[in-house]
């Protein structure tokens, strides 16, 4: 298997930085811009969200966000478009990142083919349950060599981890708190706890943190318990305003690594 | 056949628990639990004692006289308005908030779209003593003011959404979003056969009472149990799947269901999912929605708050797929004069989204010795300033 997410986790086993943003915000034709500034300054992963009309999953600035790309034109089809040429300049892995809806709509079949075309490593749904996942997709995923990357969260039982686990080849996606994207977070007692506990199960998958990392201090914080974290949010907030794009990508990343 | 839902949650290909992993627990601890506990001896006695004694019901199952003359068929009523708080909305609250107080939760969330469900689960928070918070759509909070207030005077919180069109789809978007932040002491009290499974299911039953009363009431006005159709207007489908629950596996009657044409099932202003949409995955089920090529969910419209929904319950998808149940629409226009015309034959005031199910009246071909079965889902107090505005009083 050559899925650059197995390299990934491979060559690099802590303080894996993985940035996710809405394709199409915030202008349509931001995304090629966006990936390349980001693979520039140094980040190891990428989530490109689809945008979808009812994101209940998402905070205040994922909604908004996925509003603005939505009302831009954005759409699968233009984002395949889009990505045609991607893989001629970034070898990073490439996650797409959505609900349900818009993927069946275009056809779960034509949909992972295109992703493989592309060279799409992976896919994170979040109203893709793990059973229906392996009952309905699991065989359409490995065909086209993506992975189904799982959330869990503090009320997941550790039976249901481990299913996940086992169930899953990528990484798991340890979603900080109980909370839709975007929520304030330091590393609470309980937190703490929760990643411990993750962590003592000994689970053959890589795992990062997502969910309520915005700055150096809660990156440092979650690199300590897992393989690295996720920054989706905060990213996005600073997409805002009139700076030139490159420059206020390269300002953010840096105040969030300031750790070599 | 089997018209009701399986043990994995779907009826036929529709329906399911599509969730993110965030309401995992809370799903599965309903889905364990729903049945056992309504089942239970302790809550068939609080359920029945509370829809009696506190409900009012049995609801009143009325022969419309001049209604029947009118059409030249018999007309029944279901009178789902004579209920305590003015619609069907709570029997299905009584039962849920039973049920969370079995699970141990303290407090309560809801979606409202005509304000009816959130003043159905305002009342019962009340009478529970539970903490009750109701998202609303900005836009609603503006044409249902007399319900927000109501609910308000409850003690519920009504936090508006501001989020999409501002109305139903975006109040039930905030709810999920409440109940994901929220994951231990909540329910989520859904108003609607819409959602993840086991809600459709269990809202079903719920509202099951109307039929079950439908069925010995007929028999006791008329020696027949069953009419030849039952009918009902449709959003989510809560008031239609309590109507024609009962009946379900009795082919020979009739069932309809009456969508919101808005405008006109050819312009973009309609909610009429059966008419116009196609399947896809809405607030963690499997349905049939109003979308666009890229499976954006498009906006609903409709003069009635509690029918501008984009998708509908999994159990009427079924049911049309199959060809069991029959859908058919009324516009706006057409709804407003089956108001005045209930108005002036009955002296009843219904809901707008009950005169749907009258203007469907107008297009079944009724036979004289027809006996039709029509639910008033609700009453028509909180929609007298839209009745003031068209017909000028």
């Known amino acids: 298997m050559n899925n650059r997410i197995n390299k990934l986790f491979q060559e690099k086993k802590e303080r894996i930085l993985s940035v996710y943003f809405t394709a199409g915000y915030p202008h349509l034709n931001d995304t090629r811009t966006i990936i390349q500034e980001l693979v520039k300054n140094g980040v190891d992963l990428i989530e490109i969200g689809m945008p979808f009309s009812d994101p209940v999953a998402d905070g205040p600035v994922i909604q908004h966000s996925s509003l603005i790309a939505l009302r831009n034109g954005m759409s699968i089809r233009n984002l395949f478009e889009q990505l045609q040429d991607i893989r001629q300049s970034v070898d990073i892995p490439l996650i797409l990142m959505g609900y349900l809806n818009p993927v069946l709509q275009y056809g779960m079949d034509a949909f992972a083919a295109k992703c493989k075309e592309i060279g799409i490593d992976g896919l994170i749904l979040p109203d893709l349950p793990l059973d229906v996942y392996i009952d309905d997709y699991k065989s359409i995923f490995e065909a086209n060599d993506l992975h189904y990357v799982p959330l869990i969260t503090p009320q997941t039982s550790e039976e249901r981890i481990r299913m996940i686990d086992s169930a899953s080849s990528g990484f798991i996606y340890m979603v900080s708190s109980n909370a839709t994207t975007g929520a304030k977070a330091s590393v609470s007692e309980f937190q703490k706890a929760y990643f411990e506990r993750v962590n003592s199960y000994c689970l053959k998958n890589p795992r990062l943190i997502g969910f309520g990392i915005s700055n150096a201090e809660t990156f440092d914080n979650a690199c300590q318990y ?35 | 056949m089997s018209y009701h839902v399986n043990d994995k949650g779907f009826y036929g290909e529709f329906g399911g628990a599509y969730i993110p992993e965030m309401m995992h627990p809370n799903i599965e601890e309903l889905k364990n639990n729903y049945l056992r506990i309504i089942n239970s001896y302790n809550f068939r006695q609080d359920f029945i004692g509370l829809l009696k004694n506190y409900v009012g019901r049995p609801s009143p199952l009325y022969y419309a006289k001049r209604m029947s003359e009118h059409y030249q068929s018999h007309i029944y009523l279901k009178r789902e308005d004579c209920n305590h708080t003015g619609s069907h909305k709570i029997n299905n609250t009584i039962g849920q908030i039973l049920l969370a107080r079995e699970l141990g939760k303290t407090r309560i969330i809801a979606e409202t779209g005509a304000g009816q469900h959130g003043l159905a689960t305002a009342t019962v928070c009340a009478l529970m003593g539970m903490s009750c918070i109701v998202y609303m759509g900005a836009l609603d909070v503006e044409r249902q003011a007399p319900n927000v207030k109501k609910m308000r005077m409850l003690g519920a919180e009504v936090i508006p959404v501001y989020s999409g069109n501002k109305t139903l789809k975006d109040a039930t978007n905030e709810a999920m979003r409440d109940w994901i932040n929220n994951p231990v002491d909540t329910h989520y009290i859904i108003g609607s056969v819409v959602g993840p499974h086991p809600y459709p299911d269990m809202v079903a039953r719920f509202q099951s009472v109307i039929s079950e009363e439908i069925k010995w009431q007929l028999d006791e006005q008329t020696g027949r149990e069953k009419p030849t159709r039952v009918m009902a207007c449709v959003g989510g489908g809560s008031n239609a799947a309590g109507t024609f629950y009962h009946f379900l596996d009795d082919e020979d009657v009739e069932l309809v269901g009456v969508e919101a044409a808005g405008k006109g099932i050819d312009t973009s202003e309609t909610a009429a999912t059966l008419a116009l949409g196609t399947p896809g995955v809405l607030h963690s089920s499997r349905s049939y929605l109003m979308q666009n090529e890229d499976g954006q969910i498009t906006e609903p419209y409709s003069i009635s708050a509690g029918l501008d929904y984009p998708g509908i319950g999994p159990m009427h998808a079924n049911l049309f797929k199959t060809g069991r149940a029959k859908y058919i629409w009324a516009t706006d226009e057409e709804v407003l004069k089956a108001v005045l015309l209930l108005t002036r034959k009955e002296g009843i005031i219904p809901a707008l989204e009950s005169a749907h199910a009258l203007a469907g009246l107008e297009k079944i071909a009724l036979k004289p010795e027809d006996v039709t079965v029509v639910t008033v889902s609700g009453r028509g107090d909180k929609d007298m300033e839209t009745y003031l505005n068209h017909f000028g009083y």
Do not use: H, R, Y
């Open chain 1, 226 to 260: 897992a393989n690295g974290a996720i920054i989706g949010s905060a990213f996005v907030k600073a997409l805002e305003g009139d700076l030139p794009i490159d420059q206020k990508i390269s300002t953010f990343i840096k105040q969030i690594v300031t750790k070599a």
